[in-house]
């Protein structure tokens, strides 16, 4: 006897995540299969806050749009049968143009037009290349991935990546017109 396999959807993924069984847990659903992510450390969390709050600041002294944090999950994928996924993001950046005034209490339906990524000790290289070509594939203009151990930043888009290096500066270019930080300056001293 074959027993089929069931996949869950992004709903469904959305109600089972918010049982207390995975209050302590971070999870993703990857083309409806549920993934655990190991809890950030400091030196994450410290980068995530730091990055976060910069971009926050412009985006919000330029009326740009919306900037969120915390894991927040967007659908990148739906697929029959329940196959969809759903990413969580370090931070991401909506347009005004794109975001309603205010991102529902739930999943958000849509890719953002930037996703910061910071990588832990346990961050997977082949799991982050598939969120980078999910993401892309799903609609974000760039995507951002800090390395907090080689104080680098990869600035990936459809058109190709390039890896920044400690006295680079990363731009926003058209995606987050006007920002700019040097790239020593997202990591702690």
């Known amino acids: 006897m074959v027993m089929e396999r069931l996949y869950i959807s992004a709903e469904r993924f959305f109600e089972i995540a918010g049982n207390p069984e995975y209050d302590d847990r971070s999870i993703e659903l990857v083309e409806g299969e549920i993934i655990e992510m190991s809890k950030a450390g400091g030196?994450?969390?410290?980068?995530?806050?730091?990055?976060?709050?910069?971009?926050?600041?412009?985006?919000?002294?330029?009326?740009?749009?919306?900037?969120?944090?915390?894991?927040?999950?967007?659908?990148?994928?739906?697929?029959?049968?329940?196959?969809?996924?759903?990413?969580?993001?370090?931070?991401?950046?909506?347009?005004?143009?794109?975001?309603?005034?205010?991102?529902?209490?739930?999943?958000?339906?849509?890719?953002?037009?930037?996703?910061?990524?910071?990588?832990?000790?346990?961050?997977?290289?082949?799991?982050?290349?598939?969120?980078?070509?999910?993401?892309?594939?799903?609609?974000?203009?760039?995507?951002?991935?800090?390395?907090p151990e080689t104080r680098t930043v990869e600035v990936h888009r459809r058109s190709g990546a390039v890896t920044l290096e400690t006295d680079d500066t990363l731009s926003g270019g058209d995606v987050l017109p006007g920002f700019e930080i040097p790239v020593r300056e997202i990591f702690p001293a």
Request: a neutral charge; proline letters at 5%.
């Open 43 to 147: 030196l994450h969390g410290q980068i995530t806050m730091l990055l976060s709050a910069t971009i926050y600041n412009h985006v919000a002294e330029n009326r740009l749009g919306i900037v969120t944090s915390a894991e927040t999950g967007f659908i990148l994928e739906r697929n029959p049968g329940g196959r969809d996924t759903v990413r969580g993001l370090d931070i991401a950046f909506i347009s005004a143009a794109r975001a309603p005034g205010v991102l529902p209490d739930g999943l958000v339906e849509y890719a953002p037009d930037l996703a910061v990524e910071v990588i832990s000790p346990s961050n997977k290289v082949a799991d982050m290349h598939r969120k980078i070509r999910q993401l892309l594939a799903a609609g974000a203009a760039m995507v951002w991935i800090v390395h």
